[in-house]
């Protein structure tokens, strides 16, 4: 069967809720903190009811190994993914970012432009979207005060 996406249905909350609360997911988060799981439920079922949003599982021979959600405003599209601790190391990463802009094509034929925002030390999403065909555009600079 290989590897493929469907979209996330809420019998998909447990995994997602599991990948997004990983140690690793949330220090390359922007959104770092531990998220309970009644919260998770609440923001899942609202994300898949949005029509301008999509979580889509990445599968490999039936078994889910990552995640990615896209939110589109305009004619943009923005992709935050994860893939599962015990899958990492294998591009499961960079092919998952392959498939979702072909969905993404599909299901949003208007949108223009597909960009994902890596955080600079997280050098291996850095990879992924590089292999994936993505080009780097700009980078941040911060300072807090």
């Known amino acids: 069967m290989g590897v493929n996406i469907r979209r996330a249905t809420l019998e998909d909350c447990e995994i997602l809720y599991e990948w997004r ?14 998220i309970e799981h009644e919260e998770h439920i609440k923001w899942l079922r609202n994300f898949l009811d949005d029509k301008l949003c999509r979580i889509y599982i990445l599968i490999d021979n039936e078994v889910r190994v990552g995640q990615a959600k896209v939110r589109v405003i305009d004619n ?3 992709i935050g993914y994860s893939i599962g601790k015990e899958y990492r190391g294998h591009g499961y990463g960079t092919k998952c ?6 969905e993404i094509k599909k299901e949003f034929p208007n949108v223009q432009k597909v960009y994902g925002r890596v ?4 050098v291996i999403s ?3 979207f590089e292999k994936a065909g993505y080009q780097a555009q700009y980078i941040e600079y911060v300072s807090n005060v």
Do not use: G, I
């Open 21 to 34: 609360n990983d140690e690793l997911v949330r220090k390359n988060s922007f959104c770092q903190e531990f």
């Open 76 to 78: 943009e599209a923005e």
């Open 119 to 122: 955080k600079v030390d997280n």
């Open 126 to 128: 850095e990879r992924a």
């Open 97 to 102: 970012l392959e498939l979702v802009k072909s």
